[in-house]
């Protein structure tokens, strides 16, 4: 009853205003993300993200900032469009539309004020822009991410966790998101009106308010503006508005034009309307009125002549001879390629037959039967079967003793003309922290041990004989190649010609076959296997073998909730993949322990390594040593829930880090949450009801004495400032 009473009670304005902010969140948040999904993202971080892209680090330049900028292209966008509405209309963004800041409030609201923290009083200009300047500069030399205290990361991921999506839950439960959450309830849900996160943290709200402040000056521009001749002095506004802009001064409202955020609330509940969002009314001078002109209809101006029926109908005769005498140029043009014998050994004879199946020794079916079509479009649909199966020279035969990747093959390396091969690719593999997969003795029959037992990845299990082009990439292939069948397709019209050129010369436009997200797909086969890695001993630095660390086991977990692993899993090729830092400059196969020297991610090499790529030029600089040996599989960022083991969970999870300052600002935050919901449960179920006027019971005195004039209990009045002036 009490929450429908609250709801009935709030002004019909704000009624309004909360209408739009529901409706924001439906179209920004899940499970419907209508407006990301345009922008092909699943929620506002990456491209869309408003707050990252103004970082500074030290020695950055301004190819940097572009660069910055260049991956938040549509967020950087989006808050350019907020800051000028700001500039005409006052915070529109921040009251009206803003989920991140609205939902928490409207929880506040609804839940009552008596039992919340009352903030308002607090110096918020200097605690806003001390944390503005902190996040732009302090932070990012200390390698601590924007994202790590965000809102517009942590308001989605609850709703995502609600609608049933893995990657909110995954976030609510890592030590970060557990700091996040804790900062949304006390600082939103828990603060009287719930825009503390939003007075205090939030570095949109600070930009925001520079640019309200500034267009406050100029009378054409749309303001909360008071007018002092109607002000009674009953501080209705004062008490109602939720920053806690206005301030009671000799009974006077002043509104702080960096705090308020246009909401309008305290206009709905001005009885006097002595405070209201207009702009200043220009003066009124009386002119002459203009005597009465008759004005002639304006000539018509014609771009297109009408032509008459005949030239209609010649045009049309003439269009179609052309039409007819362009197909006969391109039917008689048109090329075949010469078949080609992708199959000389005859195998396919066989091998093509459905239902071609047997029961191998460990109890196993195997099915040999391949598809003619598929193959020949492969990538080795131009090798013949026996330069791999080279054992096999009769037919019937039996199993061959294995392939070997680094055989040599019947082609011809294009640039060289010698017998192509991957035993280059195969001795970087041996040199590499893979040594002990596989690259040769590759039967049917092992392909399960391979998969299961093996620790190690093997040539196999990361390369199979897909097509040239992967279906992720089609659409940006048929992007990139849009008039294929009007270009190539005029002349080249036959099967032979499509199966065996267009992929391999056709996917030179994509740059590489594979995106960043199916590279990371790769590297996940294993890391992202849990009872795999388990088993994975590490030996570099070590005088013997030791079992991989949780660190190690849930790397890939940590990783897809860093800033790199968000960008990549919505298709973004900003994002740093695992090949970009473990192996650079085209060397994936050789990918070395973080501990051995000249490791791509070794201490020594990190620098180059981060630089690479015009990515992070500056991470050299001395300055920012902390940015530069930032954790990128902080366990802080892996999800509690797949650190802890069955037997153990009514203790700290496997790996957990007690030490670490997320881990104590997490043991505070909850504490203090689950005290002050203690609280709110006790005094809304036991305390008396308060008649009239209600003022929070945690920080309400406080308020009432330095924000309303208005004495406390034991008769005290508070010394308000203005304008160097004690009063």
Not at 310 to 332: K, M, Q
Request: glycine share 8%; charged share 25%.
């Amino acid at each position: 009853m009490k929450l429908f009473h609250r709801l009935k009670n709030i002004p019909a304005g704000q009624k309004y205003r909360y209408t739009l902010i529901v409706l924001a969140t439906l179209l920004l948040l899940a499970p419907f993300t209508l407006i990301p999904s345009l922008f092909g993202n699943p929620d506002l971080c990456g491209p869309l993200c408003m707050r990252r892209f103004y970082l500074y680090f030290p020695g950055m330049t301004w190819e940097d900032f572009l660069s910055q900028l260049s991956v938040a292209a549509i967020g950087a966008g989006f808050l350019a469009f907020i800051l000028v509405t700001t500039f005409f209309f006052g915070r529109i963004w921040c009251s009206y539309l803003c989920p991140m800041g609205g939902v928490p409030e409207l929880a506040s609201r609804v839940t009552g004020e008596r039992w919340k923290l009352e903030y308002r009083w607090l110096p918020q200009v200097p605690i806003r822009y001390g944390y503005f300047l902190t996040f732009v500069l302090l932070m990012p030399m200390l390698g601590v991410s924007a994202c790590t205290l965000c809102n517009f990361i942590t308001v989605p991921r609850i709703f995502q966790a609600f609608s049933g999506d893995w990657r909110g839950v995954a976030f609510l439960v890592t030590t970060v998101g557990m700091v996040n959450l804790g900062l949304v309830l006390l600082l939103g849900v828990f603060a009287n009106k719930g825009r503390a996160y939003c007075s205090f943290l939030c570095p949109i709200g600070a930009i925001d308010a520079l640019v309200n402040r500034l267009g406050s000056k100029f009378r054409f521009t749309r303001r909360i503006r008071v007018e002092r001749n109607r002000c009674t002095g009953c501080n209705e506004c004062a008490r109602k508005c939720m920053c806690g802009a206005i301030t009671m001064v000799d009974k006077i409202a002043v509104v702080d034009q960096l705090s308020c955020m246009s909401c309008h609330e305290c206009a709905d509940v001005c009885d006097w309307g002595a405070i209201d969002w207009l702009t200043v009314p220009p003066e009124i001078r009386h002119k002459r009125k203009k005597k009465d002109v008759e004005f002639h209809p304006l000539p018509e101006w014609i771009a297109l002549h009408k032509p008459g029926k005949d030239s209609f109908l010649r045009s049309r005769v003439l269009l179609l001879l052309l039409l007819l005498a362009l197909g006969l140029l391109v039917w008689s043009q048109t090329a075949s390629a010469a078949p080609r014998q992708m199959d000389p050994d005859g195998c396919l004879v066989c091998h093509s037959l459905p239902g071609l199946e047997f029961v191998n020794d460990q109890g196993l079916s195997r099915d040999l039967t391949i598809d003619r079509d598929h193959y020949a479009a492969s990538l080795h649909g131009n090798v013949p079967c026996s330069d791999c199966h080279a054992e096999i020279r009769y037919f019937p035969h039996k199993e061959d003793k294995g392939v070997d990747c680094a055989a040599e093959c019947h082609l011809e390396e294009p640039s060289e003309g010698a017998a192509y091969t991957h035993k280059e690719v195969a001795e970087e593999m041996q040199a590499s922290v893979h040594r002990q997969g596989r690259s040769k003795g590759f039967t049917g029959n092992n392909r399960l041990e391979e998969s299961v037992k093996d620790a190690n990845p093997s040539c196999r299990l990361c390369h199979s004989n897909t097509g040239y082009i992967s279906e992720v990439q089609m659409p940006r292939f048929r992007e990139l190649f849009q008039h294929s069948e009007e270009a190539c397709g005029n002349c080249h019209k036959d099967d032979v010609w499509r199966q065996r050129y267009t992929g391999h010369i056709l996917r030179r436009l994509l740059g590489g076959r594979w995106t960043k997200e199916e590279g990371n797909r790769m590297c996940a086969k294993c890391h992202g296997d849990r009872a795999r890695m388990s088993k994975v001993e590490r030996e570099a630095g070590r005088e013997q073998p030791e079992p991989a660390s949780p660190r190690f086991v849930l790397a890939n977990a940590s990783y897809d909730l860093t800033l790199h692993g968000r960008l990549i899993a919505a298709g973004r090729e900003s994002g740093a993949s695992c090949l970009d830092c473990h192996a650079p400059a085209g060397l994936q196969h050789k990918i070395q322990e973080d501990e051995k020297p000249g490791a791509s991610t070794h201490k020594e090499t990190l620098a180059k390594t981060c630089a690479a790529e015009a990515c992070h030029s500056y991470a050299g600089n001395d300055a920012n040593r902390g940015f530069l040996y930032t954790d990128m599989h902080d366990m802080d960022l892996t999800p509690v829930l797949l650190e802890m083991k069955p037997e153990r969970l009514p203790a700290l999870p496997e790996g957990f880090d007690a030490d670490s300052n997320w881990a104590r600002a997490m043991v505070v935050l909850v504490a203090l949450t689950a005290l002050m919901l203690v609280v709110w449960l006790l005094g809304n179920l036991f305390a008396r009801p308060v008649k009239g006027k209600v003022y929070s019971a945690l920080g309400g005195g406080v308020f009432r004495r330095r924000m309303l004039e208005m004495p406390d209990r034991r008769g005290k009045k508070s010394r308000v400032v203005l304008k160097g002036k004690k009063k």
